[in-house]
């Protein structure tokens, strides 16, 4: 046991490990006080966070290959300084138990970049499937969630892509609780919404809105 904690090519994975238990004293601490999670997840870009929300979220087959791979490691859906645990608890572990199997296979550990790789490609997986527990038995405010109709007529912003007809772009949007939500808009007619500009949400067919732009100044992307 101790010559594979104190190997070098494992090195990587007694790190994770020891993050993750700091981590853990965190999220623990953020637990008790509240406003820990909040602040780290307050420290991703928004075109990163909250990817979904409630019942409204991204149309996955029109979003970026990155903000998929986001929804589907349930980050904003569960606080990312949790993901972080499981992740960090996952590969160190999972680290562990690849270097013991290749020592019993080949006589010596892999070497540590490639450990490191197969850990990480074969940790995502289980890490979704944690992630996927934690969001169902995870306490979630069910008063602020909406249906997708409840948000045309509101005023939001372009904060990933630009929007073209055939090609939407993602809209932070504010519902009538303050509560934000991302979602996939495009224009109604052949103009371009460029990233940075505020829309209005004039009307929605299953996940995909449309948007024209803030015809007023008095609209604003607050709740109401």
Do not use: C
Not at 8 to 25: H, K, Q, R
Request: a negative charge; zero cysteines.
């Amino acid at each position: 046991m101790w010559a594979l904690i104190n190997a070098p090519d494992n090195l990587i994975f007694g790190v994770a490990l020891m993050v993750m238990l700091l981590l853990g004293v965190l999220e623990l601490i953020s637990l008790l006080l509240g406003g820990i999670n909040d602040w780290i997840d307050g420290l991703l870009p928004d075109s990163l966070t909250e990817t979904t929300h409630a019942e409204v979220g991204l149309d996955t087959t029109d979003a970026g290959i990155f903000i998929r791979f986001l929804s589907w490691l349930y980050i904003g859906k569960i606080p990312l300084l949790m993901l972080i645990v499981v992740f960090l608890a996952v590969f160190g572990l999972l680290g562990y138990g690849v270097q013991t199997i290749a020592a019993l296979l080949f006589g010596s550990y892999l070497h540590g970049a490639l450990a490191t790789v197969i850990t990480w490609l074969l940790a995502l997986p289980l890490v979704r499937l944690v992630a996927a527990g934690l969001y169902r038995i995870l306490p979630r405010d069910e008063t602020t969630a909406i249906q997708q109709e409840n948000l045309v007529g509101r005023v939001g912003i372009i904060v990933l892509g630009d929007a073209k007809i055939g090609s939407p772009a993602q809209v932070r949007v504010k519902d009538a609780y303050g509560q934000q939500h991302y979602v996939m808009a495009e224009p109604d007619s052949d103009t371009t919404l460029k990233q940075g500009e505020t829309v209005l949400l004039i009307s929605v067919t299953g996940n995909r809105f449309t948007a024209i732009a803030n015809p007023s100044s008095s609209l604003v992307d607050t709740a109401t």
